[in-house]
């Protein structure tokens, strides 16, 4: 893969990553709002769904990132 290619893909993995996040704040509201601890427990295994998700793309992205010699500030980068 060339750098401008791998780059595009950084920019789809930041935007992943939005969405994994976005998930997570949707699925833990609906473990505040549930009422039925079965109905809790289903968000709460979602919400650790996405958080495994991000974290998988948090990798890959530092991986390219560590690859393309670009500067990375912090893990949160």
């Known amino acids: 893969m060339g750098g401008g290619t791998e780059k595009e893909i950084l920019k789809i993995l930041e935007t992943a990553m939005k969405r994994e996040v976005a998930a997570q ?3 833990g509201e ?3 709002k549930a009422e039925r ?3 809790k427990k289903i968000f709460e295994q979602l919400k650790a769904e996405e958080e495994k998700h991000e974290a998988l793309l948090k990798d890959l992205y530092l991986q390219i990132k560590k690859r393309l010699g670009l500067k990375i500030l912090s893990e949160d980068d």
């Open 25 to 27: 704040d949707l699925y």
């Open 30 to 32: 609906g473990v505040k």
């Open 37 to 39: 601890p079965e109905v």
